[in-house]
């Protein structure tokens, strides 16, 4: 059974709780807290499951092939990549903790700006700025959700990113009852979920700032049934492969899915953004589960699980008919989204001195791997056809066998 490693606090580095406030957080979880910081993630993953969910109109109003529609989600998934495990080393090292309202900022401006975008360029330079707030918003509130978990890291983890599932699974069913019959400057219409993500966040970084303790860092004493450095090493270059298979598979769905059913079953562009969205609240409640489980039978076997038990589904998948893509796609995304909890803990417990350089670090990967997937799949529809991508893709869940490598981790009681 997967456990935790055993660490005093001043093994950590600021910022770190309040000794003060650090009772009080042990007693049990901060749900308020918790709960405005996944309400945080619902609007911020909305608002970015929107350049997705409207690409079938800006195929059609600009003419772009599926490679151009992959530079997009490259575009901003890779923004995001690229920044998010800096800005969680700077937060590391000191914490910012308005900063999740300043980066919605971005967001908004970007949302904006692609409403109004007429050219490709500009429509890259928008997504990119929407991908900078993703860049700034994670890493340092998964710290706010491990703070304000009581210990429960797996669920806190879950509640957290179940808002981002959420999020992601309205965009595209908003861009079906609002962007497709309005068109592309309703778009602006969301810079007001922005602007109440804003305010949210605003009100978390005042619950934040006074709970921060600068502290000098201190060498850390390995536990002695901890992980050696070579294995961890290991473990976490193992859990980024795992994070990207996932996050390529799931980019073959969410930026060409709607692509896959128009084409192969003729259905309308509203109806393949209605079936997206069933995949999408999939993985939502996927993601919920995930967490909690992965704190009572251990993280290892959920990662197991969820990566490797999702590749019957992904094998047939490319040979259903409607009614059956519609419901392996709801088992596919509620198995696979069950690690992505498990593997952000493993992660910070494998170097709890990085929270927010791992947090970032792996959200990061998720992005950049989504973005990567995108592109090369793109390149891949172009030559050889949708459908071929549906079929080489079913066989990436199979990485998951790289999970039985990864180490069992020592345990500290909770509570």
């Not at 606090?9 to 405005?36: D, M, Q, R, W």
């Not at 090493?233 to 769905?253: D, E, Q, R």
């Not at 999702?310 to 409607?322: K, Y």
């Not at 990436?396 to 509570?415: D, N, R, T, V, W």
Request: aromatic share 12%; glycine share 10%.
């Amino acid at each position: 059974m997967d456990k935790h490693v055993i660490t005093s606090e001043e093994t950590l580095v600021a910022p770190v709780v309040v000794p003060a406030i650090a009772e009080k957080v042990a007693a049990g979880p901060a749900y308020l807290v918790l709960g405005g910081i996944s309400f945080s993630h619902f609007l911020n993953d909305t608002m970015q499951s929107l350049i997705p969910s409207v690409y079938p109109i800006l195929k059609e109003n600009y003419a772009l092939d599926f490679a151009q529609i992959g530079m997009i989600t490259l575009a901003f998934q890779v923004t995001a990549s690229l920044l998010q495990p800096v800005v969680g080393y700077v937060t590391d090292k000191k914490a910012q903790p308005f900063s999740l309202a300043i980066g919605m900022g971005s967001t908004f401006v970007g949302l904006l700006l692609l409403s109004v975008a007429h050219v490709y360029g500009m429509i890259l330079v928008a997504a990119g700025l929407v991908g900078l707030g993703s860049a700034v918003f994670h890493p340092e509130s998964s710290r706010i959700a491990r703070m304000a978990s009581g210990g429960r890291y797996g669920y806190a983890q879950a509640v957290f990113q179940v808002g981002g599932n959420f999020g992601s699974a309205m965009g595209p069913m908003l861009a079906a009852l609002i962007v497709v019959p309005f068109g592309q400057p309703s778009i602006a219409w969301f810079s007001v979920i922005a602007a109440t993500a804003i305010l949210i966040l605003w009100r978390i970084g005042r619950w934040y700032k006074p709970r921060i303790a600068r502290r000098v860092s201190k060498a850390m004493a390995r536990q002695p049934n901890a992980p050696s450095p070579r294995r961890t090493a290991l473990a976490i270059a193992i859990l980024i492969v795992l994070v990207f298979s996932k996050f390529i598979y799931m980019a073959s769905l969410t930026s060409y899915y709607t692509f896959f059913l128009i084409h192969k079953f003729g259905v309308s562009t509203q109806t393949s953004q209605i079936f997206l969205f069933m995949f999408l609240a999939a993985t939502a409640v996927g993601t919920y589960f995930g967490g909690p489980i992965g704190d009572r039978i251990g993280r290892r076997y959920v990662i197991w699980f969820s990566i490797l038990g999702v590749l019957p589904f992904t094998l047939l998948l490319p040979f259903a008919n409607l009614f059956w893509t519609a419901m392996l796609s709801v088992v596919i995304g509620f198995v696979i989204s069950s690690a992505m909890p498990a593997i952000i803990v493993f992660a910070q417990e494998l170097m709890p001195h990085r929270f927010g350089m791992i947090s970032g670090m792996f959200f990061g990967f998720a992005f950049g791997a989504g973005g990567l997937g995108a592109a090369l799949l793109g390149e891949v529809a172009d030559a050889r056809g949708i459908e071929f991508v549906y079929h080489a893709c079913a066989f990436l869940p199979a990485i998951g066998l790289l999970a039985m490598f990864l180490p069992k981790m020592p345990k500290i009681p909770q509570g």
